[in-house]
């Protein structure tokens, strides 16, 4: 069971919570069968609903329930209430609450919003805020994430407008929280991949950005080396096609060996500290090297790699196969 | 310190009891997940190589109870709706006992196989059941069942492939859909489809590098995989990351001694089954998961499991392979 | 007889906990009636057998009772005082004034406190002026709890939490060079922070990490085991004066530079687990009153479990063999196991108190200024440190200030306390104290100044429209600013007390031993011709550390002392934990839903110890 301690529990309790456990099942039972005997006779009224409602409650995860709920939903929707589509919505919002991690219950959510009749982009703009809030209590929780983007997605197509830029400050906001939030690096990924290929930004503006991006990566390796977050948003960083067409070779050779100094010196700094090289570093430098040599550019004597490989070989030896395959195909 | 072992017979014991608890609530709560745990039970027994634990025919009964007579598929419990996930643990519990056949009356099979295609959308992916849910955990389902009913075409498998190839991430890893972060149990279903497409060559050699790279990261120092970066390790992750590595041929680029650790630390030693870690309480969905991670390692003499389909190899050799030759 | 003049009492703010609003839990009404009892406790006639009289209500006096009550042993709880709580109470402005009387006429030999100065702006506190007497709550001791800390897991244990309110605290100040720096203590405050080098950041994370599991990395510790922690952080972390000043006085509340390294390191450690385990502060304090409040809740738990309370009872003499105690009124009790005393209740013609060889110097002054500057946002106390060498008198040792907002019910509205204290001693004491109340009142009129807020360079626009004011740049930009106004004291005390405890540790259990190899002066067996406290057992009174951290560490080596082991200390079974032990949700069965089985409801990896996610309950904050 995900995250339950495992206990030894007394006969005597044990036997007390079978007592209980009867009325329960048999509670939970009846509501089930008849809410399953109305569905199969047809029937879809708001009563049928309040079934669905009350059987939820106890299980949310019941997604034959769920079904059976839209259903009912689509039949009645000419004879409801305007605060209808409301209620529906402060319903999945307490299941929610309750349970962040039940991929029905979002599902729900999204089909209750994709049919809200005459949806304005008033009810997706609230949706962002509460995303906003379920992940200021979970900043991992991915179907929060996923469900953000789809946000965006409706809105930006609602409004005809790009939102990447005011994304991309959100997310800033969350990894200067926790720079170990990977969710907030991978979506930065995905945001600056499409300001460069959506955007329409000029030469200068692209360079800005490259070069800020830079400086923040290396603040955040200097704040947290041993992060793996941090250090596979560089791995994706210093290869990807953007910043090889913003920056000219010159440039981007020189953004390069920037990198790669600081990750020197944070490594040696690392070994004076404590004795032990930072493997993350070792790791990061393979990679710089070989981009390095993609970029045309000469190691010559400077190149380690062979050496890193082997280091990582000892210091890392739950992934030491992989190391003595890079070094074969070398 | 007594060596830690694997304790066979009392998992066993734990898989047999699992549906004696009638009388407990949370049985009830669980239907919805009741199909899922015979499979998840079931294959835990084969890889213990203790298939007659079930009675073959009363399992099987209890699958076609579960078909739904209005939309084809099998939902997870008798009158619950059909959907994906619990249509591909039917199809998976029928292999295992080679009992296909019973899907032949009734025109069963041409109903599953509409079924599953029908839920395939334009852009190659599916969605779980009707009400549009969207997953490569979803593909993964309709690929895996159709391969086992042999009933994969072109038409099915191309915008599929393609859909998968939109959810490889910066860092090799694979996420739910176009854009969402990686997570190791989308790399499974991922690749898995891939594998089973007969199509991991549409990853460049270096691509699936870094997927193994993005894998062999999950380990954490006490031997222990979590799923995604900055987690806490979870037994389960013992096969989504395992397999994923085994379907690219990386299967070693982790240390099998500190995960073999930690799996077997995640036994209840009174009751039997693995739980998600240490001193946890234990469950079937964790327990196949560690069992089938330590036969992909090659402990203890296990049944040898497939990291494609989670089946025992004995069973999953007689799938016809993709694309069809010479029907 | 309690005395009318005093702030009123938790029972007395809540009369029926059957009522009273907030989340606790109901459980509260079926194990924790509402004492009523001890407003009035008085039983005319004083028990004739006991098994542990206790005397004196301070903190370790406190929870000792009610570790014993609960425990099953029977006691008696006296206070020759005609209040709770003794040299942890919270008290009224006219109480103080008799406080020092008191002190002015102690004829004990062993009195604890001396050198009493009392103001009191008589203009402004009293009947018919702006505030009265029982407006303010003043500690003697003054406190704030760790939110980890093994004081608030006993409150939480013994439910005693649910007496007393808590309250955030998470400002610290750091006072350097003429102003308040606030801390960098977070990865986010590291990260973001603009000023710090790369390189310092990158130091100051190393060290944040290290500390969490220090003892785990002794090659990095070791070789400076007896070194100062100011030389480890310098030399080894490589950081620079204002981070380790910040670290070792403001997050670590060490008294000057020489701390050794082991014991600051955990100082230090104790601050961050702190941090996030109830929401984004490291400390709480009880509201209403400090360690007057926590004190009073345990003696309230100890009436529950059957401690018998009498206040002004004073103890005359004890004869060992008899073992029959006799009051000061003419009352007397059979005490079969032991008598534990507090030096302030030691009666005359006492030879066993311990010495009492180290000083705190205090200072409490009440000032109108609601100080909210100094204060996070929804929260109304702050600590300020002054590290050695920050003030005029060029001190050498810190001078901690805690600063209590009207926010905290202890004093009126627009009024704040401000606790002062030093390990310094005699006349440099004094001069240290009166810089730093210089110190603050400059600080305070500068930040709270209207033209001040005014300017732009100060309010600053965040990215999403916010006005950020900017407390350093208050403090550098206005270092010239002379005030005009001035900080109106209503009331200044200061006083030195003493203690058996050296400064910034905890309490010594060699304190309590009671065997002639020892072979003190003092020692509890010793038998001294005509001393009027043979056989008593002394606790210490309250060091000069701030936290509660040395509380259930005394009460914990008195209790074996009585009870033999400390296994069962605060071992209470409350009848109906069988509710909460009553396995719930889906954690009996063997299943598991596939949603959350494909993701991961695991929870992240936290930086630093092995998180034990006990459980704490309710905390009304």
Redesign the interface.
């Known amino acids: 069971m995900h995250g339950i301690k495992r206990q030894q529990y007394s006969r005597e309790i044990l036997k007390q919570k079978r007592i209980q456990d009867q009325q329960k099942i048999k509670t939970y039972k009846d509501l089930t069968h008849s809410a399953l005997d109305t569905r199969d006779k047809g029937i879809f009224t708001t009563d049928a609903l309040q079934l669905t409602s009350k059987i939820l409650e106890l299980n949310p995860e019941f997604n034959t329930i769920w079904n059976y709920r839209r259903d009912i939903i689509l039949t009645v929707t000419n004879d409801v209430k305007p605060d209808f589509w409301e209620n529906e919505l402060q319903f999945t919002m307490e299941k929610l609450k309750r349970f962040p991690k039940v991929y029905w219950i979002w599902n729900h959510r999204i089909w209750v919003l994709d049919n809200y009749p005459n949806a304005t982009d008033k009810i997706w703009l609230r949706e962002l805020f509460v995303v906003d809030k379920l992940l200021s209590m979970d900043a991992r929780n991915y179907h929060g994430w996923h469900y953000r983007r789809l946000i965006v997605k409706k809105l930006e197509s609602i409004n005809g407008k790009l939102m990447d830029k005011e994304e991309l400050k959100y997310v800033t906001t969350i990894i200067n929280k926790n720079i170990s939030n990977y969710s907030a690096w991978h979506q930065r990924v995905q945001l600056i991949t499409n300001i460069f290929n959506k955007h329409e930004l000029n030469k200068k503006e692209m360079k800005d950005m490259v070069l800020s991006e830079i400086s923040y990566i290396t603040n955040a390796i200097y704040t947290d080396a041993d992060d793996q977050s941090v250090w596979f948003y560089t791995n994706w960083f210093i290869a990807n096609d953007i910043v090889r067409l913003v920056l000219t070779n010159d440039e981007y050779i020189k953004m390069l060996k920037d990198i790669k100094d600081n990750v020197i010196l944070i490594n040696n700094d690392d070994v004076e500290f404590s004795g032990k090289e930072n493997n993350w570093c070792l790791k990061i430098l393979i990679v710089i090297e070989k981009t390095l040599k993609e970029a045309g550019y000469e190691l010559d004597k400077d190149e380690h790699t062979e050496e890193y490989l082997k280091k990582l070989i000892d210091n890392d030896p739950q992934r030491r196969n992989r190391y003595i395959y890079l070094s074969t195909k070398q | 310190m007594t060596e830690l072992t694997l304790l066979r017979d009392k998992h066993i014991k734990y898989i047999e009891s699992l549906d004696n608890k009638k009388d407990d609530y949370e049985y009830w709560l669980s239907e919805h997940l009741r199909l899922n745990g015979v499979y998840w039970g079931l294959t835990a027994l084969c890889i213990m190589d203790s298939k007659d634990t079930f009675k073959k025919d009363e399992v099987i009964e209890f699958v076609m109870s579960c078909w739904d007579l209005k939309r084809g598929g099998f939902g997870p419990f008798p009158r619950h709706d059909s959907h994906l996930l619990t249509t591909l643990s039917a199809v998976q519990i029928l292999a295992t006992y080679d009992s296909l056949s019973v899907l032949e009356k009734d025109d069963k099979l041409e109903l599953c196989v509409q079924f599953i295609v029908g839920n395939q959308l334009p852009d190659g992916s599916f969605q779980g059941d009707r009400f549009g849910e969207v997953d490569t955990r979803f593909v993964y389902t309709a690929l895996n069942a159709l391969s086992i009913l042999g009933k994969l075409t072109p038409e099915v498998v191309d915008p599929a492939v393609q859909y998968i190839l939109k959810c490889y991430n910066f860092d090799g890893g694979f996420g739910l859909f176009p854009g969402a972060e990686s997570h190791a149990a989308q790399a499974f279903t991922c690749l898995g489809a891939l594998k089973i497409a007969n199509r991991l060559d549409a990853l460049t050699a270096s691509q699936i590098e870094e997927t193994g790279w993005w894998l062999s990261e999950r380990q954490l120092p006490d031997g222990g995989l979590n799923g995604r970066p900055s987690k806490l390790p979870d037994v389960c992750y013992s096969w989504w990351v395992l397999s994923s590595l085994a379907i690219i041929g990386k299967l070693d680029w982790i240390d099998y001694e500190g995960l073999k650790e930690f799996i077997l630390e995640a036994q209840d030693d009174v009751k039997g089954g693995i739980s998600d870690r240490p001193n946890n309480e234990v469950d079937v969905y964790h327990t196949i998961f560690g069992l089938a991670g330590l036969s992909l390692m090659g402990f203890y003499d296990l049944i040898p499991i497939d990291p494609t389909y989670c089946m025992p190899t004995s069973v999953t050799a007689t799938f016809k392979k993709y694309p069809y030759i010479g029907k | 007889m309690l005395s009318p003049e005093r702030r009123t009492s938790m029972a007395e703010r809540r009369p029926s906990f059957a009522n009273f609003s907030g989340n606790s839990n109901h459980i509260d009404t079926l194990m924790v009636p509402h004492l009523a009892g001890i407003e009035d406790p008085l039983p005319e006639t004083t028990p004739e057998k006991v098994d542990v009289l206790i005397a004196g209500t301070g903190l370790v006096e406190s929870v000792l009772a009610a570790a014993l009550a609960w425990q099953g042993s029977n006691v008696l709880h006296v206070d020759s005082n005609d209040y709770y709580g003794d040299s942890a109470a919270t008290l009224t402005v006219d109480q103080i004034k008799n406080w020092v009387n008191r002190i002015h006429n102690s004829k004990n030999e062993s009195e604890p406190y001396k050198n009493a100065k009392l103001y009191i702006s008589s203009s402004n506190i009293g009947p018919d002026c702006k505030y009265a007497s029982r407006d303010f709550g003043i500690d003697l001791s003054p406190k704030i709890l760790f939110a980890k800390s093994d004081l608030l897991s006993i409150l939480v244990k013994s439910r005693v939490h649910q007496y007393l309110e808590f309250q955030s605290l998470s400002t610290f100040h750091t006072y350097e060079n003429d102003s308040f720096e606030k801390l960098t203590n977070t990865?986010?405050d590291?990260?973001?922070d603009q000023n710090l080098t790369?390189?310092t950041?990158?130091n100051l994370?190393?060290f944040l990490?290290f500390v969490l599991n220090w003892e785990k990395?002794p090659?990095?510790w070791q070789p400076y085991a007896d070194k100062s922690i100011t030389d480890f952080l310098f030399n080894?972390f490589k950081l620079e004066k204002p981070q380790v000043f910040e670290l070792v006085f403001s997050i670590g509340l060490c008294s000057n530079m020489d701390t050794k390294v082991p014991l600051a390191l955990n100082r230090i450690r104790r601050y961050l687990v702190s941090y996030d385990v109830y929401g984004p502060f490291p400390v709480l304090y009880s509201k209403y009153g400090g360690a007057g409040e926590v004190s009073q809740g345990f003696c309230r738990s100890a009436a529950v479990a059957g401690a018998t309370y009498k206040l002004n009872e004073k103890l005359y003499s004890y004869n060992p063999t008899t073992q029959v105690a006799t009051f000061t009124d003419g009352s007397k009790v059979t005490v079969t196991e032991k008598i534990i005393m507090s030096p302030t209740q030691a009666p005359e013609g006492n030879k066993h108190v311990p010495e009492q060889k180290y000083e705190v110097n205090r200072m409490v002054c009440l000032v109108e200024k609601d100080c909210k500057e100094w204060f996070s946002e929804d929260e109304s106390a702050a600590v300020v440190v002054f590290p050695p060498g920050s003030l005029k008198s060029g001190n050498k040792h810190v001078v901690q200030t805690l600063i209590m907002g009207s926010g905290s019910e202890c004093c009126p509205q627009g009024t704040s306390i401000w606790y002062l204290s030093t390990t310094e001693s005699g006349v440099r004491a004094e001069m240290d104290l009166d810089a730093a109340l210089e110190a603050l009142e400059i600080s305070i009129i500068r930040e709270s100044s209207e033209e001040i807020t005014n300017d732009n360079d100060i309010v600053q626009i965040s990215?999403d429209g916010r006005p950020i004011i900017n407390s350093v740049r208050l403090g550098q930009s206005f270092k010239e600013y002379v005030p005009r106004e001035s900080v109106q004291h209503l009331m200044k005390l200061s006083y030195t007390q003493l203690t058996s405890t050296p400064p910034f540790d905890v309490v010594n259990p060699a304190l309590f031993d009671n065997d002639e190899l020892n072979n003190r002066a003092n020692s509890v067996n010793k038998f001294i011709p005509n001393a009027s406290d043979n056989g008593i057992i002394y606790t210490a009174m309250p060091s000069s550390e701030i936290s509660y951290d040395e509380v259930v560490t005394a009460a914990k080596v008195l209790y074996e002392k009585i009870v033999g082991s400390d296994d069962d200390f605060f071992d209470v079974d409350f009848e109906d934990d069988?509710n909460d032990?009553?396995?719930t949700?889906?954690?009996?069965?063997?299943?598991?839903?596939?949603?959350?089985?494909?993701?991961?409801?695991?929870?992240?990896?936290q930086m630093g110890e092995d998180d034990s996610n006990e459980f704490v309950g309710e905390m009304e904050i």
């Open positions: 990865k986010q590291i990260f973001t790369l390189m950041k990158r994370m190393k990490k990395m090659e990095i080894k990215d069988d032990a009553m396995p949700g889906a954690s009996v069965n063997g299943v598991i839903n596939y949603e959350n089985a494909i993701e991961d409801d695991e929870e992240d990896i």
